[in-house]
């Protein structure tokens, strides 16, 4: 019988196992997790619903959501993607939904409904999930696998690693012989200090757009002040998109919103408008723009220098241009990153160059497979980094099972 071992008790690692064991059922298929629980990251996943994934249903269209590992996974898109992974959950009793952004849920509205599929489909074929085996070292025993654990040792046929941003297997994938690109985090949230966003975290944008001054980075969509700062689409995008280069300047930067994502000449003849139509209304009693709330409105207007009591027929040339610049180009300082909810993401891991992508299979020892953000490999927020954890899995257990099919 031939040994299929995982190291890593996420969603990669579930994805293999349960696949692998449906397309070979005499495989021995064995689980080890270093922590006292498994599935973490699909259970904080999409604020306790878990994203699954993203109804993006062309490969070319769907790579562009990667700022790292794009064109490797075009190829593997067209064998499994985000169809495929609803039809897999359907199957297997999680129906899922499609929302207005285009993310995936269960039907069910919650990641427990993924936690217990995964849990079912383990025990249902005698998969081994062993908890607390937190993995000390990893050796070539001729053409198997030597895995020492803090509670034993293990031999496999095949070993597939699938830990996500664990710097400890990294470096044990270092020993392996494999190059290991820096990691830096992915997914962050922008830390801004500024009197125009104090008082009032919560507050959500519509749809924004953010530049980082200095370097080719925008994004645009729905945007939120927070009590550090901003987040939400729009900057997480921006974070992942400039993970690296961020990162270089120490997480010190300058930014440049545009908070309804109109251009000035626009913005510039809607408030001439406001000036001849409501004279004597006054400026910051009600906001000009429906996608801008009453209460940003006001501290936009302030940062305007616009006096509190101050009509429109009272707004000089200077005034209208100084309040269309707050709204289409107000800039803001960065200083510092905070981890976007318990989601965290890394830009890094084993290059991939050293990947076969047809088999998620290590090009330096046959037999090696590796899936999730181990590899270099990561997205925006949206569902996409699941996608990519389901489609290493999914051609890893087809790898497993088709070589041990065919050795007997």
Known sequence: MKKFVIIGGGAAGFFAAINAAELNPDLDITILEASGHVLQKVKVSGGGRCNVTNACFEPKELIKFYPRGAKELLGPFHQFMTGDTMEWFDTHGVPMKIEADNRVFPEANTSQAIIDCFLQQVEKHKIKVLKKHRVQGVSKNGTAFKIKTSEQCFEADYLMIATGSTPKMWDIVGDLGHHIVNPVPSLFTFNVQHRLLEGIPGLSVPYATVKVLGQKLEASGPLLITHWGLSGPAVLKLSAWGARSLEEQQYQFDIEVNWISKRKEHV?????????????????????????????????????????????????????????????????????????????????????????????????????????????????????????????????????????????
């Open 268 to 408: 510039m003849e809607t408030l001439k408008r406001l000036k001849k139509t409501q004279p004597k209304k006054q400026v910051s009693i009600r906001s000009a723009f429906e996608d801008v709330a009453k209460r940003l409105w006001v501290k936009i207007v302030l940062t305007a220098n616009i006096p509190d009591q101050c009509q429109w027929a009272q707004l000089s040339h200077k005034e209208l241009e100084s309040l269309t610049q707050q709204l289409t180009a107000c800039k803001l300082r960065v200083n510092g990153k905070s981890t976007f909810k318990e989601e965290f993401v890394t830009a890094g891991g084993i290059d991939l160059k050293e990947i076969n992508f047809k088999r998620f299979e290590s090009r330096k020892h046959e037999n090696l497979f590796f899936a999730g953000e181990i590899l270099n490999i990561d997205a925006i927020t949206g569902g996409f980094n699941f996608q990519n954890a389901w489609t290493g899995g999914w051609l890893v257990a087809q790898s497993v099972a088709s070589d041990s099919l065919s050795q007997g």
